[in-house]
């Protein structure tokens, strides 16, 4: 999925011992039996879907959990046995697809399984589906008990589908007043015990409900922000029951550096003016286009372990920075990530954005090449 040859400095680089330790952590933090299902969507949060796979699956987990068809086929194609379930809605077209290469469904509507049925008799394999309850995040999923018995007796009625699993996604698990959280707990459980029988994987804990909610591991968790080292929340971030350590670091090199006198301009819009007579300023090749938003201009990378901040707009591709001190080209800068005793997270970024960690982890661009450790 990314740049296979690599001569621009600036690059992701992914930790997978951490990414390795977080899923540890998260594997003893659940009971022996609980099962874990990795959410390895959106090229895993940017980290790099089959690297991450790879790890995760070592670390303990048995499922890989992934938003589209498109993704599911990419993880299938080296990964050849593991079941991977995909969490969106799909198109009746995928299906044949999906018992091609054996991936999971999630479904939440009798009109589609019938829909299905009438357009295809017979499949390579019976198709194994979750069926998804909307207790109150108002996405996908029955929402009522009545919609929920037909979705199973039309699984039921035919060989195409083969029920495996039930589950649903909390809206509110990464805040602190649980009463909303309770009550979609709570009309969970009703409508799955409302089934003739329970599916083998019961599902519903996301990393928010897994660390700081109780009861509600059921047969399987689904880990996603916590495998990469991050917090869903602030509020989930001061109650963590043990560390988590980020795997993504962003860095780059100084590609030129400058003498600027007075009342010279830097950028875009000119919109930058030097302030003092000497400052000395440094060119990143960094942009937009790799994700670094425009949102971010005024946000500081680290320098010898030192500040610099982002002056004027940021460009496509490159950004400017203020420099503490003269330093050479070449020189190693850290957009995210530790350097000397400070440090840059992606939760900086994020809060200046105003937006949360998932969004910043998604929006480093694949342009920017991954390196793994
Ligand atoms: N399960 C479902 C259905 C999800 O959509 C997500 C994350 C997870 C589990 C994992 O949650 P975690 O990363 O908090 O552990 N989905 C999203 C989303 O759609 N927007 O932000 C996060």
Redesign the pocket.
């Known amino acids: 999925m990314y740049n296979t040859m690599s001569f621009r400095p600036t690059k992701a680089v992914i930790d997978l011992t951490a990414i390795r330790k977080n899923v540890e952590n998260l594997r003893e933090h659940i009971a022996i039996g609980t099962e874990i ?1 990795a ?1 390895v ?1 959106a090229n895993a ?1 940017g980290h790099g879907d089959l690297e991450v796979s790879r790890v995760a699956l070592e670390a303990g987990a048995s499922m890989l ?1 992934v ?1 589209t068809p498109e993704e599911a086929l990419h993880i299938r194609a080296t990964f050849k046995e593991v079941p991977i379930l995909i ?1 969106g809605a799909v198109p009746a077209a995928f299906v044949p697809y999906a018992a091609q290469h054996n991936i999971t469904l999630t479904v939440f509507s009798a009109h589609w399984i019938d829909e299905v049925s009438r357009q295809y008799q017979t499949l390579e394999q019976p198709v194994k589906v979750h069926i998804k309850v909307d207790s109150g995040m108002g996405r996908i999923g029955v929402t009522i008990e009545q919609e929920l018995q037909e979705l199973y007796h039309a699984i039921e009625k035919t060989t195409l589908f083969e029920l495996d699993g039930i ?1 649903t ?1 909390f809206a509110t698990a ?1 805040e602190e007043n649980p009463e909303y959280y309770e009550q979609q707990k709570t009309k969970f459980i009703t409508m799955v015990k409302s089934l003739p029988a329970k599916p083998r994987l019961v599902h519903a804990a ?3 409900a ?1 660390l700081v909610k109780d009861g509600v591991e059921f047969d399987a968790v ?5 495998m990469y080292g991050l917090s ?1 929340s602030a509020y989930v971030e001061k109650h963590l029951p043990f560390p988590l350590y980020p795997a993504m670091q962003v860095q780059t090199e100084v590609v030129h550096v400058k003498k600027l006198h007075k009342g010279q301009h830097v950028g875009y819009g000119a919109t930058y003016e030097v302030e003092q007579e000497g400052e000395w300023l440094a060119t990143l090749p960094i942009g937009y286009a790799d994700g670094l938003v425009r949102g971010l201009q005024g946000q500081e990378v680290l320098i010898r372990g030192v500040r610099a901040e982002i002056v004027g707009r940021v460009c496509m591709d490159q950004i400017m920075v203020k420099l503490p001190f003269q330093v050479p080209v070449g020189e190693p800068v850290t957009l995210i990530g530790k350097q000397g005793d400070d440090e840059v997270t992606l939760q900086e970024w994020a809060d200046r954005l105003q937006t ?1 960690v ?1 969004e910043m982890a998604c929006l480093l661009s694949p342009r920017v090449t991954r390196i793994y450790l």
């Open positions: 299902i959410v969507k949060y959990a938003a969490l589950f996604h990464d996301n990393t928010a897994a689904r880990y996603g922000i916590s869903p949360i998932y």
